[in-house]
């Protein structure tokens, strides 16, 4: 009798390791709105990157992986980032809108964010709890500013990340590479490509 019950703890220590083991991932879409892609910040990289976001947005809804999409919506005259940069994505504008391509789906969450990273005052962190997610595939622009720093905040609220290095894009191949080489190397982010993606069993 002893014996079965330390083999039932042990069937249930295992079964609670299994369930930690598990990964519940949510699909990010960061920024694949107009003025990004070919508003006032346009950038042709980011625009290249359109079809495989696409794919593994498709791919995720097919296996009821979360899509949530997280894009500036800036507060005119208000927001810090106009110090720094130019007037984009305000709020309510074309800017501000998804591309054409990307459009989110009544199943999508979609969230707005002020700030760099999409956890800062959206309500994000919240979100994924309720959906039990633990890993964020990150995708869209730009690789070191709002993913990295969107990277930054997963990491110290012990999300993993997964960065599909052919769905995230920069101004220029110098700091896509740089900004990858740091989400490995410090954020402990997996590196890897949309068709790997797709082909894992997540469940
Ligand atoms: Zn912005």
Redesign the pocket.
Known sequence: MGNRKVLLNSQAILDDKLESDFVKPAVMIT?MINDFVTGILKNERAEKIIPNVKQLINFARENHIPVIYVN?A?MQNV?V?FDV?PE??VADTWGAQVVNELKPEKSDFVLQ????SAFQGTGLDQLLRELKVDTLILTGVVTDI?IQHTAADAFFRGYKIIVPEDCVEAINEQTQKAALDYLKRIYGCEITRKDKIVKRKWS
């Open positions: 920024d500036d800036h927001d980032e940069w984009h994505a964010k002020r700030r760099y709002c």
